[in-house]
């Protein structure tokens, strides 16, 4: 039996969630007012409600008073005050009920007001006071943040069309929806920001502020504020030390109000927004809010239009409280989130989908186990083989589906760049311009957030080193406007994503000199392009004369490798001279299932990715060589390749050790070719990816192991690092016998 304190918690935690769904409510939109009728059905099906009837028959009264605004019996505005009423009722009837005064407060449909806000004065408060519900609290988070992408992506379309009035729609809504939801979570920060930029917005909706560079500019200074404050109330939540902006957000704040001066003296333009709502909630005439502002305006300019109505006696305390409950209340549902809801979207932990898939990939284990087990394989006949078919064709249609809803556009992650290349354009005083294709191309979420920071640092190498000035384009017959193409499609299986610009290229000598500058080139060497332009990732490497703002430190293209690699992928450099340069990364659809070859080397069996596989062949007698220093080489095709026994790596003791007798594994990494000697190869497969703990993960030539259809453990080889262990083991200095070739 649940004690009496946590019964009291439970009961007032379904009254906070019905007082949160009912501010949430949108008559436009039905499906907003399931999570009313579903709270209202847990509370009536409460203990303390099956207990006492009094708080029973409110819950039914306010279901019935629900179920009138959906029939428009009665409107929900007019409603609202009767409902908090109500919901402040049975959570004060649920406290009373357990004989204390314990437990949550009685909860209001509306934020709380601060005397400031009453006052017509802007506070900010230090650090966000309210901590909300932690589930209710994360979805703001994640709403917010989609919707400061989304108003980045409009903002940057507005400059190139600042009098296009459906724009300016589109970024007023979210930043009315965030004021309007921060505000019922009594995050005053975001409120106060967000509501000052709205009003701003507000203005160039009604064609009395233009929206001219300098206003664009604030609005996505007030983006990046508010991106700040909402990891400050994400870390505050979660208990982790947290960066304070308070300082920040004042001198914003007043920074746009001598931008927007004027924007903020309501009495000049129009009634107060407060006196409106009294009037159309009939609480005052017109006449008496006249007079209230000509008292306002004469005798009493520092006193609120609302303080003066009541010390007239016009309006009662609570009426005044109420429209300014109203006046901050949650702005309807845009048209597009409408209509997302009504496409049936919906959020899911990833943590769910990731063992979703895990089990999937168990169950195409356990039905290959299954059907490779001796006693079904002895009792097999048509019908059972024809039974197991099905099943194949189900697991594998469930598998793809499962692995399909892990998979998201790459149009969220693109969009972010369109404000990058801004700003590093106007910062580096070149004119450049972003054209997007292919955003929706899908990928595995899990390297969505990855693949942000690699895609970062090369816009900003092929706007700092690729695109010339505009000058100097024109001297080349270029247009004084540089191009920077960001592509993502699907081929062979894998995502490719493409960043081409049209500046002037890679310069081979330059890169070479600095290459021998460092040691990284002996002077009698004369590498390819294709090699001279790898030095670009080495770590350090850089030919900028000189360090910007924006690169030119030697860091960033290393690390856009090792990421991509880490995600099993491969980055490649393509460039002509005064045309430009594209750079090529090519990544696996999912992390969780790779496409491999499985060999055997005597008892074991290993998986190579097929990305890594150039070809297969029959070594010949006499094919392999010994070079003191530098082991043994493999001719194939006319061309030396360091041979790799795979078996000497990994101690594992085989019967074939002539190459002749063995089969060679041609394996590519960064442009590097090695063979790999194996005793068979057995085919190739999909599988899915399992973790092999700590200990064998920091193995060299390792990354993962698999679960093969008759349940044995095949290791998952990770040929960059194979092949940096090889070098240690293969390069020793060593005798070859003859007769091992």
């Known amino acids: 039996m649940p004690d009496q304190s946590s019964n009291?918690?439970?009961?007032?935690?379904?009254?906070?969630?019905?007082?949160?769904?009912?501010v949430l409510a949108n008559p436009g939109d039905l499906s907003t007012f399931q999570p009313i009728f579903r709270t209202l059905?847990?509370?009536?099906?409460?203990?303390?409600?099956?207990?006492?009837?009094?708080?029973?028959?409110?819950?039914?009264g306010i279901r019935e008073k629900v179920e009138s605004c959906i029939m428009g019996e009665l409107s929900l505005d007019k409603a609202m005050p009767q409902l908090e009423d109500a919901i402040?009722?049975?959570?004060?009837?649920?406290?009373?009920?357990?004989?204390?005064?314990?437990?949550?407060?009685?909860?209001?449909?509306?934020?709380?007001?601060?005397k400031a806000s009453q006052s017509g004065q802007e506070s900010v408060a230090h650090p966000e006071e309210s901590m909300a519900d932690p589930e209710l609290l994360g979805e703001f988070l994640a709403e917010a943040r989609e919707n400061l992408d989304s108003i980045e992506v409009e903002i940057l379309a507005l400059e190139e069309d600042p009098s296009n009035s459906e724009v300016i729609h589109r970024i007023f809504r979210p930043f009315h929806t965030i004021k309007g939801v921060s505000g019922f979570l009594n995050l005053h920060q975001i409120h106060t920001l967000s509501h000052r930029v709205e009003d701003v917005l507000d203005r160039a909706r009604n064609n009395t502020l233009a929206m001219t560079q300098e206003v664009i500019d604030m609005v996505l200074e007030a983006v990046d504020l508010l991106k700040a404050l909402l990891n400050q109330v994400e870390d505050q939540a979660a208990g982790r030390p947290f960066q304070d902006h308070t300082e920040r957000l004042q001198d914003f704040l007043e920074r746009l109000a001598e931008l927007d001066d004027g924007g903020r003296a309501w009495s000049d333009e129009e009634p107060p927004p407060l006196g409106q709502i009294l009037v159309a909630a009939q609480k005052v005439t017109t006449d008496d809010l006249a007079r209230a502002l000509e008292e306002q305006e004469t005798r009493a300019p520092e006193c609120p239009v609302?303080?003066?109505?009541?010390?007239?006696?016009?309006?009662?305390?609570?009426?005044?409280?109420?429209?300014?409950?109203v006046q901050q209340a949650i702005a309807q549902v845009s048209e597009e989130s409408r209509s997302a809801a009504m496409g049936g979207t919906i959020r899911v932990d990833m943590a769910k989908l990731d063992n979703l898939v895990?089990?999937?990939?168990?169950?195409?284990?356990?039905?290959?186990?299954?059907?490779?087990?001796?006693?079904?394989?002895?009792a097999m006949d048509h019908r059972l083989s024809k039974d197991f078919g099905h099943l194949g064709r189900i697991t594998s249609e469930l598998q793809r589906t499962a692995m399909s809803v892990r998979m998201v556009p790459v149009k969220h992650t693109f969009q972010k760049m369109i404000r990058l290349v801004r700003d590093l354009s106007r910062k580096s005083g070149k004119a450049v311009q972003l054209l997007m294709s292919g955003e929706e191309t899908e990928i595995d979420r899990n390297m969505v957030d990855a693949i942000h920071d690699p895609l970062v640092h090369m816009i900003r190498n092929s706007?700092?080193?690729?695109?010339?000035?505009?000058?100097?384009?024109?001297?080349?017959?270029?247009?004084?406007?540089?191009?920077?193409?960001?592509?993502?499609?699907?081929?062979?299986?894998?995502?490719?994503?493409?960043?081409?610009?049209?500046?002037?290229?890679?310069?081979?000598?330059?890169?070479l000199k600095k290459a021998r500058e460092r040691g990284l080139v002996r002077p009698d060497e004369n590498p390819s392009s294709h090699e001279i332009y790898q030095f670009i990732f080495h770590p350090g490497?850089?030919?900028?004369?000189?360090?910007?703002?924006?690169?030119?430190?030697?860091?960033?293209?290393?690390v856009v490798k090792k990421v991509i690699e880490k995600m099993r992928g491969r980055i490649e450099l393509l460039s002509q001279p005064g045309l430009g340069c594209t750079i090529v990364v090519k990544l696996p659809l999912t992390l969780a299932i790779i496409d491999g070859m499985i060999v055997r080397v005597g008892s074991e069996r290993y998986i190579i990715p097929t990305m890594n596989i150039r070809e297969t062949f029959q070594p010949e007698a006499g094919s392999v060589s010994t070079v003191h220093g530098r082991g043994e080489l493999i001719r194939v095709r006319d061309r030396l390749l360091p041979l790799l026994r795979l078996h000497r790596v990994f101690g594992i003791s085989t019967a074939r050790v002539r190459p002749s007798e063995a089969l060679g594994i041609v394996v590519d990494s960064e442009g590097e070719c090695w063979c790999v000697l194996v005793d068979e190869v057995i085919g190739k497969q999909e599988v899915v990816i399992k973790s092999l703990g700590d200990g064998v993960h920091r193995s060299s030539g390792v990354s993962g192991g698999a679960i093969l259809g008759d349940g044995k453990v095949a290791l998952i080889l990770d040929v960059a690092g194979l092949l940096s262990t090889g070098k240690g083991k293969e390069l020793e200095t060593r005798e070859c016998s003859p007769e091992l070739s």
């Open 8 to 22: 009291e918690a439970g009961f007032q935690g379904l009254v906070q969630e019905l007082a949160a769904s009912l």
């Open 41 to 60: 059905e847990a509370l009536a099906a409460h203990p303390m409600a099956m207990e006492d009837l009094g708080l029973a028959s409110r819950v039914q």
């Open 88 to 114: 402040q009722q049975i959570s004060s009837l649920g406290v009373s009920a357990q004989g204390g005064e314990s437990g949550p407060k009685p909860t209001s449909l509306t934020p709380n007001v601060s």
């Open 306 to 325: 609302g303080q003066i109505l009541v010390r007239q006696g016009k309006v009662a305390p609570r009426d005044v409280e109420r429209a300014l409950m």
């Open 358 to 378: 895990d089990m999937v990939g168990e169950l195409v284990i356990a039905q290959s186990l299954i059907r490779q087990n001796p006693r079904i394989q002895h």
């Open 463 to 511: 706007v700092d080193h690729g695109i010339e000035s505009p000058e100097l384009r024109q001297k080349r017959g270029k247009p004084p406007v540089g191009t920077i193409h960001l592509r993502a499609y699907h081929k062979g299986g894998h995502v490719i994503i493409e960043i081409q610009d049209d500046g002037g290229g890679l310069d081979a000598e330059r890169i």
């Open 541 to 558: 490497f850089s030919t900028a004369e000189r360090v910007t703002d924006v690169s030119g430190r030697g860091v960033g293209m290393d």
